[in-house]
């Protein structure tokens, strides 16, 4: 017997927790039978279609979510063809809420496992490895095909024999929720993991209600024991993988839960592995601020989802949150950086419209997390806003991820917008590559959203495209875009100015995160300063003043390997306005490409004065 567990994820990166969880509580007995293929969904379906051919297994289980279900549908249509005796099982989100639908639609498929899979998992692995007396229906949180007179379907055989009239479907009781601590741990071999983003999982389930997610279904929420968690978490650290993901719904629901693992991660912290949270902002303590406020930096990162600051939005989708604390605990935690702060909103929740989706973007926008997810409703099925569609005139897409094309408050035109803003945002914000100029730029625009939006409209119209692996291409069109803007608001004697002002804040994030070797044409001309560069560098190799850890290089390599430019504006300073006041003095500025940010992989840089003063800013 072979079964295979059969996983399609989004990226290469990604791995899917599942598959192996329900592999490690099989009976040591079947364990060897069990198989994991894992797939992206930028494979093309022959490839996954030829590789699970060859593997040639007597059962297939996929792992079916929003992202991959399309994929696995069209699979379901062709692997019958090929391997006609292979039972085909499902499982996941995707299909636990719509089992039978999902039966009566795919005839090939033999059942579905709904719920938590673990144990379910490992009694269907008995059943097919003929252990004792086993049937399906004594196997809970299943939906499975039986023939009309009551014996179990012949694997496989339904779709290609045309019986599947002659078929009942049935389902078993709902099983008991897992008990979580009892569970295996899953990275024993890190080896199918390596260069891959490790998930963890140390609670399930989630105390809110929010109407979008299928977690509100849940219910209860449980914690592996924390001494289990701790031990798995040093084998993550003992082998310092690069980062481990907590799929926990959110993490500090249980404090105390989290203030131990977060001390124990603080006390045995490697210097490399990263953690990732998702946390409930308004809900953390003081105590656990300090805490926080006590991890190196890089070491973890936490993930809000603030969703929308609409009052009436917040109370509908059954979220609770205070946005005022949440914004005093985002600054807090900015204020220490050490953590990287990643903040989520979604456009096409109820009583949500235009203008209130933009003052929400506004207000998230202003907390400068270091990463704005704008994400865009999803109708998940078996949700309760899934069972509200209808009132709230949702209209979302057939095929997954179901996502909202218009509500009552929202038109699909005003939702276009809002995916124009996403891709700026994506681009320009989140890549963290302009973080000096766009500030700056904001002034000359009413609110965030506004840049955002001419910005989008600025590049469609002008034909920009984004699919260049070219980052100086982007700031050029991000510069393009600045100037024709000051043409329409700023007097023409001021416009060579500000002209500058762009480019030496442009240049200076280019050279904040990379040493270009081909000079940018936006960057000014360094022939002027070329000798007063080579004086410095010169000075550098017999005194060692600004780079003490390049003992072992002369002149010319640290020319190299460091960068020295000149501005004639402060554009380094943290103070917007401060940025496009003139020096009286054009400064010199080094690049050291040694010694990066944490948090933001910024290069250390060193403001050179002309009287060989140092003003460290980083």
Same mark, same amino acid.
């Not at 994991?36 to 792992?63: G, M, Q």
């Not at 690069?242 to 959110?250: I, N």
């Not at 939005?313 to 204020?335: S, W």
């Given at each position: 017997?072979?079964?295979?567990?059969?996983?399609?994820?989004?990226?290469?990166?990604?791995?899917?927790?599942?598959?192996?969880?329900?592999?490690?509580?099989?009976?040591e007995i079947y364990r060897p039978c069990i198989e994991i293929a894992e797939y992206t969904i930028n494979h093309r379906?022959?490839?996954?279609?030829?590789?699970?051919?060859?593997?040639?297994?007597?059962?297939?289980?996929?792992?079916?979510?929003?992202?991959?279900?399309? /994929?696995?549908?069209?699979?379901?249509?062709?692997?019958?063809?090929?391997?006609?005796?292979?039972?085909?099982?499902?499982?996941?989100?995707?299909?636990?809420?719509?089992?039978?639908?999902?039966?009566?639609?795919?005839?090939?498929?033999?059942?579905?496992?709904?719920?938590?899979?673990?144990?379910?998992?490992?009694?269907?692995?008995?059943?097919?490895?003929?252990?004792?007396?086993?049937?399906?229906?004594?196997?809970?949180?299943?939906?499975?095909?039986?023939?009309?007179?009551?014996?179990?379907?012949?694997?496989?055989?339904?779709?290609?024999?045309?019986?599947?009239? #002659?078929?009942?479907?049935?389902?078993?009781?709902?099983?008991?929720?897992? #008990?979580?601590?009892?569970?295996?741990?899953?990275?024993?071999?890190?080896?199918?993991?390596?260069?891959?983003?490790?998930?963890? !999982?140390?609670? $399930?389930?989630?105390?809110?209600?929010?109407?979008?997610?299928?977690?509100?279904?849940?219910? &209860?929420?449980?914690?592996?024991?924390?001494?289990?968690? =701790?031990?798995?978490?040093?084998?993550?650290?003992?082998?310092?993988?690069?980062?481990?993901?907590?799929?926990?719904?959110?993490?500090?629901?249980?404090?105390?839960h989290a203030k131990e693992i977060w001390r124990y991660l603080a006390e045995h912290d490697n210097g490399v592995t990263?953690?990732?949270?998702?946390? !409930?902002?308004?809900?953390?303590?003081?105590?656990? %601020?300090?805490?926080?406020?006590?991890?190196?930096?890089?070491?973890?990162?936490?993930? /809000?989802?603030?969703?929308?600051?609409?009052?009436?939005?917040?109370?509908?989708?059954?979220?609770?949150?205070?946005?005022?604390?949440?914004?005093?605990?985002?600054?807090?935690?900015?204020?220490?950086?050490?953590?990287?702060?990643?903040?989520?909103? /979604?456009?096409?929740?109820?009583?949500?419209?235009?203008?209130? +989706?933009?003052?929400?973007?506004?207000?998230?926008?202003?907390?400068?997390?270091?990463?704005?997810?704008?994400?865009?409703?999803?109708?998940?099925?078996?949700?309760?806003?899934?069972? &509200?569609?209808?009132?709230?005139?949702? $209209?979302?897409?057939?095929?997954?991820?179901?996502?909202?094309?218009?509500? =009552?408050?929202?038109?699909?035109?005003?939702?276009?917008?809002?995916?124009?803003?996403?891709?700026?945002?994506?681009?320009?914000?989140?890549?963290?590559?302009?973080?000096?100029?766009?500030?700056?730029?904001?002034?000359?625009?009413?609110?965030?959203?506004?840049?955002?939006? !001419?910005?989008?409209?600025?590049?469609?119209?002008d034909g920009y495209l984004f699919s260049s692996p070219s980052r100086v291409y982007r700031y050029q069109a991000l510069?393009?875009?600045?100037? =024709?803007?000051?043409?329409?608001?700023?007097?023409?004697?001021?416009?060579?100015?500000?002209?500058?002002?762009? $480019?030496?804040?442009?240049?200076?994030? %280019?050279?904040?995160?990379?040493?270009?070797?081909?000079?940018?044409?936006?960057?000014?001309?360094?022939?002027? +300063?070329?000798?007063? /560069?080579?004086? +410095?560098?010169?000075?550098?190799?017999?005194?060692?003043?600004?780079?003490?850890?390049?003992?072992?290089?002369?002149?010319?390599?640290?020319? @190299?390997?460091?960068?020295?430019?000149?501005?004639?504006?402060?554009?380094?300073?943290?103070?917007?306005? @401060?940025?496009?006041?003139? %020096?009286?003095?054009?400064?010199?500025?080094? +690049?050291?490409?040694?010694?990066?940010?944490?948090?933001?992989?910024?290069?250390?840089?060193?403001?050179?004065?002309?009287?060989? !003063?140092?003003?460290?800013?980083?």
């Amino acid at each position: 017997m072979k079964i295979l567990l059969t996983a399609i994820n989004a990226k290469y990166i990604h791995s899917n927790p599942a598959v192996y969880s329900l592999r490690a509580c099989v009976n040591e007995i079947y364990r060897p039978c069990i198989e994991i293929a894992e797939y992206t969904i930028n494979h093309r379906s022959e490839e996954v279609l030829a590789d699970i051919y060859r593997r040639k297994p007597d059962v297939v289980a996929f792992s079916c979510y929003i992202w991959n279900w399309s /994929i696995i549908c069209g699979l379901l249509a062709e692997l019958p063809k090929i391997l006609p005796e292979a039972a085909i099982w499902l499982g996941g989100p995707e299909v636990s809420y719509h089992a039978e639908e999902t039966l009566e639609k795919y005839p090939a498929v033999a059942g579905v496992m709904t719920g938590e899979g673990e144990e379910t998992f490992r009694e269907l692995a008995e059943y097919y490895g003929k252990d004792g007396d086993k049937e399906l229906h004594t196997i809970r949180g299943i939906v499975y095909r039986v023939r009309a007179d009551g014996k179990s379907a012949p694997a496989g055989s339904c779709a290609l024999s045309g019986e599947a009239a #002659d078929h009942e479907i049935r389902r078993t009781p709902e099983r008991e929720l897992t #008990d979580i601590s009892a569970l295996p741990f899953l990275y024993d071999d890190l080896g199918p993991f390596e260069n891959r983003i490790i998930y963890y !999982e140390s609670s $399930r389930g989630c105390p809110y209600r929010c109407s979008y997610c299928l977690s509100s279904i849940d219910k &209860k929420v449980r914690f592996r024991n924390v001494d289990t968690v =701790k031990k798995e978490l040093q084998f993550f650290l003992d082998h310092k993988v690069k980062q481990v993901k907590f799929v926990d719904r959110t993490f500090n629901c249980n404090h105390e839960h989290a203030k131990e693992i977060w001390r124990y991660l603080a006390e045995h912290d490697n210097g490399v592995t990263n953690f990732h949270f998702e946390i !409930e902002a308004a809900a953390i303590t003081e105590e656990e %601020l300090r805490i926080l406020a006590g991890l190196r930096p890089g070491l973890a990162q936490m993930e /809000i989802g603030v969703q929308t600051v609409n009052p009436k939005t917040l109370q509908e989708i059954r979220r609770f949150a205070d946005t005022d604390r949440i914004r005093e605990v985002v600054g807090r935690i900015k204020a220490e950086h050490n953590i990287h702060v990643h903040l989520d909103l /979604i456009a096409g929740l109820p009583y949500e419209d235009y203008e209130s +989706f933009v003052h929400s973007f506004n207000s998230v926008y202003e907390m400068r997390p270091h990463q704005l997810q704008l994400g865009f409703l999803k109708v998940l099925k078996g949700s309760y806003l899934w069972e &509200k569609a209808a009132d709230y005139e949702i $209209r979302c897409t057939d095929a997954p991820p179901y996502e909202a094309l218009s509500t =009552k408050w929202l038109s699909y035109e005003e939702l276009l917008r809002f995916k124009q803003v996403e891709a700026m945002v994506e681009l320009y914000y989140n890549s963290g590559q302009f973080t000096y100029t766009l500030p700056v730029m904001e002034t000359m625009f009413p609110d965030a959203f506004t840049m955002y939006l !001419e910005l989008s409209e600025f590049c469609r119209e002008d034909g920009y495209l984004f699919s260049s692996p070219s980052r100086v291409y982007r700031y050029q069109a991000l510069l393009d875009f600045a100037l =024709k803007t000051a043409s329409g608001i700023k007097p023409e004697a001021e416009r060579a100015e500000w002209e500058e002002i762009l $480019r030496q804040l442009l240049t200076f994030d %280019l050279y904040l995160r990379e040493n270009m070797k081909s000079r940018p044409d936006f960057a000014r001309e360094l022939s002027p +300063f070329k000798q007063r /560069i080579r004086d +410095f560098y010169h000075k550098e190799e017999t005194c060692r003043e600004y780079l003490p850890d390049y003992a072992a290089y002369d002149s010319r390599q640290l020319a @190299k390997m460091t960068h020295m430019e000149v501005f004639d504006y402060p554009v380094w300073e943290q103070d917007i306005r @401060k940025r496009t006041r003139r %020096l009286e003095v054009p400064s010199m500025t080094l +690049f050291d490409y040694r010694v990066r940010d944490a948090l933001t992989y910024e290069a250390r840089h060193l403001v050179v004065l002309k009287d060989e !003063e140092r003003i460290s800013h980083k």
